[in-house]
């Protein structure tokens, strides 16, 4: 059996301090109104009793990063040409992120599916992946906006996570998923944590007995495709959508991204940076065709995405973890629980004749 | 509210003219509502009016400005509707105008602030005084006064200066209860170096979602704004504070003196960032210079959208 370790809540800052010594780590805190995932700051305050307002996803896929750094430069010889030098820019180090949800951890998994597949693999985002390490929390309370239970997962799910921490009595309850998980739970602060186990157990089980019976979603992919070409079902569905970025950006499953070399002067960088199929511009054609012209053609692709195109190519796991954001981070709070169950239950009108 | 039945009659008879009705219904918990979008007669019923109907519904009309539509307002949303026909952005023959008496909406975000957590509200009781919103099984009463947006401290507009159809009885002129630009007023008597680490600090976080400018009734460029625009190429797409402080910029002064301070950027923003008060200082700027407010008259020109050889309050000659 996995080991299992006690940390006590007033020793948390210490052994993350500790952690930081060799890693960089990630936890979340306040920033104004909102809590987000921050670079560890034993000056700060942690905050934990609740999923995080923003994800952890930026840790291991950045909001920006570098690609390559390029300049130009005059050849001396023949002043009409122009040499380019380009430098790839991979990331460096090793990093640990505390106290993500099980949901945004297993985000992650979505992304290790695309960007590390057998036919192709990203350098930038393996050389992150491989290099974080996730100590998860698991949830003691859940909100109206939690469906990890829809989507195969729960509010303790291990999956993607080294260690999971079980909010227990005075502290937390560490358990290793993975085999780095067990090499970093050897600090000095934690405790032998084998008779909190059945607390950690009983924290668990209410949790996961308190959320509602999950509907059916097996039909999902199938159904979504049937209403498809079915543009006046999307126009409703989409009414109110604003067709920002929120919900996107928030999302621990959305891994869309843009390039674009940002110049200054003889130098610059080839970036790529969040993108988002909600954005008019992320399907503009060079020849100003977009095959996404409105937010119901946009808002069909996101829910489409999650739930039918990705379970299709990958043994049906639905690209979404349930956690909520895009419902409750929405200003005109579209639900795509919603979405997708009116799309199963959707019955075509049928026509005489 | 009592006059929700006068005003589902309203929309019951209008509504054969009409492609659509855009009110408010009931969201995913007590504590939220949502855009609803009447198309048919038994959607009508959902339609909920009250403190939750925080949305800006002018937000929708350009983009539905081809149909027949309605729209239902609050005071404060009248004079964003009144600024897109000033600027031609909606027709009026297209618009049909649903107006009530306001007494002010809540702050979602006040309200999260005061209770720690709103992650599971079980139900949320608002009445003339109190919020009671139950959470977790424990009953938390708060003072509706403290939880109504700043918008509607300062509100001189509660009924809809706009409307073909007016339910309840008119409010008149109200004395609001804070003057215009207080937060704004302490704000500014910080030195500017104060100021500008105030907004690196508070943008970092930014994610650039642009929910901002999206829920903006008057951000219309839409599908060509300067925020992703590589040509001409404003902002650089890199995740850094000066991009998006140069975004905030550009929108706030995109927004002088047509902004009717709303709030709805603020309200839309996923990470809290105070953005309305970028627009409230152009806005006090305009204010002072051409004793301008955007959004009260529909005849009116708004002053950057017109040029005069000598103005009043700029004395250029003498400079």
New interface residues.
């Given amino acids: 059996m996995a080991p299992v370790k006690y940390l006590k809540s007033t020793d948390l800052k210490s052994w993350l301090g500790e952690l930081a010594q060799e890693n960089r780590v990630f936890a979340p805190r306040y ?4 809590v ?1 995932f921050a670079p560890f700051d034993p000056e700060q305050e942690i905050f934990i ?3 995080a ?2 994800p952890p996803k930026k840790t291991v896929f ?3 990063e570098k690609l390559v750094d390029f300049m130009y430069s005059k050849d001396p010889e023949d002043l009409s040409r122009i040499l380019i030098e380009a430098k790839e820019v991979l990331p460096q180090g090793t990093a640990i992120v505390f106290g993500g949800r099980p949901c945004d951890v297993r985000g992650f998994t979505m992304f290790d599916r695309v960007y590390m597949s057998e036919e192709a693999t990203d350098i930038y985002y393996k050389a992150r992946r491989d290099n974080t390490s996730f100590i998860t929390l698991a949830c003691d ?6 469906f990890c239970h829809w989507v195969n997962s729960s509010p303790s799910d291990p999956t993607g996570s080294d260690i999971l921490a079980v909010p227990v009595t005075g502290g937390l309850l560490l358990k290793a998923v993975s085999d780095r998980g067990e090499s970093l739970l050897t600090s000095k602060l934690l405790s032998e944590g084998e008779s909190k186990r059945d607390e950690a157990e009983k924290v668990i089980k209410e949790v996961a007995d308190s959320l509602d019976q999950a509907p059916d979603l097996a039909q999902a992919p199938k159904k979504l495709l049937e209403v498809f070409d079915n543009i006046e079902f999307w126009e ?1 569905v989409s ?2 959508c ?5 919900c ?3 999302c621990p499953t959305c891994y869309c991204f ?1 390039i ?1 070399d ?1 110049t200054q002067g003889m130098k610059g ?1 080839r ?1 790529r ?2 993108d ?1 199929c909600m ?3 992320f399907t503009m054609e060079a020849s100003g065709h977009n095959p996404r012209p409105t937010k119901a053609h946009r808002l069909k692709n996101r829910v489409g995405h999650k739930f039918s195109y990705y379970p299709d190519l990958h043994d049906g796991v639905i690209s979404c973890c349930g956690c909520g ?1 895009c ?3 929405c ?5 795509i629980r919603e979405i997708v169950l009116k799309a199963i239950a959707f019955e075509p009108t049928v026509t005489e004749g | 509210m009592k006059f929700q039945k006068e005003l589902k009659d309203s929309i019951r008879k209008a509504l054969p003219e009409l492609d ?1 009705v855009i009110g408010w219904c009931g ?3 007590p504590l ?6 009447i ?1 048919r007669e038994e959607d009508i019923d959902k339609l909920e009016i009250g403190p939750l109907s925080v ?1 800006n519904l002018a ?2 009309l350009p983009g539905l400005r081809s149909k027949k539509v309605g729209i239902v307002v609050k005071g404060c949303d009248s004079r964003s509707v009144i600024e897109l026909l000033q600027e031609k952005l909606i027709d009026r023959e297209n618009v049909t105008i649903f107006g009530f008496p306001c007494t002010g909406v809540v702050d979602q ?1 006040k309200i ?2 005061a209770l720690g ?1 709103v ?3 079980q139900s949320c009781d608002i009445s003339d005084k109190s919020v009671v919103v139950v959470v ?1 099984d424990q009953a938390h009463s708060l003072k509706l006064s403290e939880m109504l947006a700043d918008k509607c401290h300062s509100c001189r507009y509660p009924d809809a200066i706009i409307s073909d159809y007016f339910v309840g009885d008119k409010i008149g002129d109200a004395v609001p209860a804070k003057a215009d630009y207080e937060a704004l007023e302490t704000f500014e008597k910080l030195s500017i170096p104060e100021r500008f680490g105030y907004w690196l600090k ?1 943008l ?2 930014c ?5 901002c ?3 903006c009734p008057l951000c219309v460029c ?2 060509h704004c300067a925020a ?1 625009s ?1 040509d001409p190429h404003w902002l ?4 850094n504070v000066r991009d998006k402080l140069m975004f905030q910029v550009i929108h706030a002064y995109h927004l002088a003196g047509r902004c009717t301070e709303c709030g ?1 950027c603020q ?2 923003c ?5 953005v309305l008060m970028l627009k409230q200082q152009m806005n006090k700027e305009i204010r002072d210079i051409f004793k301008y407010e955007a959004g009260v008259d529909p005849e009116a020109t708004p002053p950057l959208l017109s040029f005069k050889m000598e103005e009043e309050n700029i004395t250029e000659k003498d400079w």
């Fill in positions: 920033e104004g109104d909102a987000i009793k609740y999923a307002t923003a950045p909001q920006s309370s859940t909100e109206n906006t939690c409703e009414a109110k604003l067709s920002c970025g929120a996107t950006y928030l843009n674009t940002e960088s970036i940076s969040w988002n954005s008019a511009l954001r419902i409750k981070s200003p005109a709070g579209v639900d | 659509v969201s995913f918990d939220h509502a949502t855009p609803h979008f198309r949305h937000t929708y975000a999260k602030k957590h992650g599971n509200v977790g508070e970092d976080r994610i650039r979602c642009y929910a400018r999206n829920a839409r599908d992703e590589r650089s797409q890199e995740n709805e309200r839309a996923p990470v809290d960032i105070p």
